[in-house]
């Protein structure tokens, strides 16, 4: 992940890490100068736990300036990390600071307890980490998800603000440091303003989002659903491989990502989607009425600045409804760029887009199809040498297949550098 975007994600870690809490830190140390050193350093670690509380929510909200420089993958990594962290730090906070107020321990106790409930549920229900490599989290989701559908995750994991405001009055509650008006002036504004951005985020900017109305709801197979989405003039700019978020009001408040697979995105008002009904909320798109509203967040991605940043042969693999963010790639691309083309279906049901694909085949783009997922030694006969050595690998699937695809490229040759996915557990 380091070595695609080395030096913005360094820096998005170097800012969260250190220079984020650091004023906090500084103002605190020299203003309770005569504390004790190991004090000093539990209250610290409590104070940097809150100051990457802090960041994670300020992540939360999806910078589009952010995704276009590292992605809203590793955005989300580093999200997840400072959680993780900020556990640790609170757990040592928490462990060997001594209070004497009765609702100083009480607010303490408050956040800190949330914030492991939080750190947990949303490392199950919420990221994809410990579900994609792990069977028994992917099963206790599976069980436990019609119970906790992904609206009230949604909701649980807005805790975290209960949180902050559990910390904030902690701080405010001891006597020690709250009459240290510097320090608790910078923290009331850290505060004020990660709030301020978050609620901002969620109640007004959603004001401004791309509108548009449903025109087309159609079932593609069994499994799979053609959604069009009718923007007018306001048709929202976005780039090959780019994805939004998409709110349909008709069925949940809350927004989804969703690839966009026009394949010729420039000469239409309208946005296609194509989306496979798998989980809770997909299930629900076939109650969609045409002419219902449609909101857009975006557009996110990577894919089209990774594709112009050099002009080395592309293969893309899409497995299932995957494909649909290299369809317009391969569209957009195919007369100037080599492109190979590898799409994985589930049944021949599912093979919607083959006539569009044999159609690019005919103009020179390598294009293999096939029921059943990838092996070994079909990639070896599949991908030529030189797009072993030299090619960028576009991955976009299901989050277990992705995993297992990269592995097997690897296993061929391809350079980790060379390998970019999209995985749509995300």
């Known amino acids: 992940m380091l070595k695609k975007h080395p030096v913005a994600l360094e ?59 590292i ?90 603000l209960i949180v902050i405001i559990a910390i904030w009055l902690h701080v405010h509650l001891i006597g ?40 087309e709801n159609a079932s593609l197979s069994s ?38 697979s026009n394949s010729q995105p420039d000469q239409s008002d309208q946005v296609v989607l194509t989306v496979r009904e798998l989980g809770d909320y997909t299930r629900k798109l076939s109650a969609l009425k045409l002419g219902s509203p449609v909101k857009a967040e975006g557009p996110f991605g990577r894919f089209d600045a990774i594709v112009k940043s050099s002009d080395e042969p592309l293969v893309l693999i899409g497995m299932g409804t995957g494909v649909a963010p290299l369809l317009n790639i391969a569209a957009k691309y195919y007369q100037t760029r080599s492109i190979s083309l590898i799409w994985t279906v589930t049944n021949e049901q599912e093979m919607y887009f083959d006539s569009y694909f044999k159609d690019l085949e005919q103009k020179g783009c390598k294009y293999h199809v096939q029921v059943g997922r990838l092996k070994p030694d079909q990639l070896t006969a599949i991908v030529s040498k030189s797009e072993v050595k030299s090619a960028r690998f576009l991955v976009v699937g299901g989050a277990r297949s992705v995993i297992n695809v990269e592995k097997m490229l690897r296993k061929i040759g391809v350079q980790r550098k060379n ?4 995985r749509l557990t995300m």
């Open 223 to 260: 499994q799979t659903r053609r959604l069009v989405i009718d923007f007018g003039s306001n048709k929202p700019p976005f780039k090959a491989g780019d994805y939004f978020f998409f709110i349909f009001k008709d069925i949940s408040t809350e927004a989804h990502p969703f690839s966009i």
């Open 11 to 69: 820096l998005v870690w170097f800012i969260c890490l250190i220079l984020f809490p650091l004023p906090l830190i500084l103002l605190l140390n020299t203003e309770m100068s005569t504390t004790t050193g190991t004090q000093i350093l539990i209250i610290d670690s409590g104070l940097v736990a809150y100051s990457w509380w802090l960041a994670e929510v300020l992540l939360s909200t999806r910078p589009r300036w952010l995704d276009r420089l």
């Open 419 to 422: 390998i970019f996915d999209e």
């Open 71 to 160: 992605g809203l993958p590793s955005l989300y990594f580093v999200h997840s990390l400072l959680g993780a962290g900020s556990l640790i730090l609170a757990f040592v906070h928490h462990q060997f600071m001594t209070s004497m107020g009765y609702w100083i321990q009480l607010t303490g106790n408050i956040a800190w307890y949330l914030l492991i409930f939080g750190i947990i549920y949303a490392s199950i229900f919420l990221s994809g980490w410990f579900v994609d490599r792990f069977r028994w989290a992917a099963q206790l989701k599976q069980k436990f998800e019609k119970v906790f559908k992904h609206q009230l995750s949604i909701w649980l994991h807005r805790l975290n």
């Open 176 to 215: 020690r440091i709250n009459f240290h008006l510097g320090f608790m002036l910078v923290f009331d504004t850290y505060t004020v303003l990660t709030l301020a951005c978050y609620l901002w985020k969620k109640w007004i900017l959603e004001m401004n989002y791309w509108q548009g109305k449903l025109v």
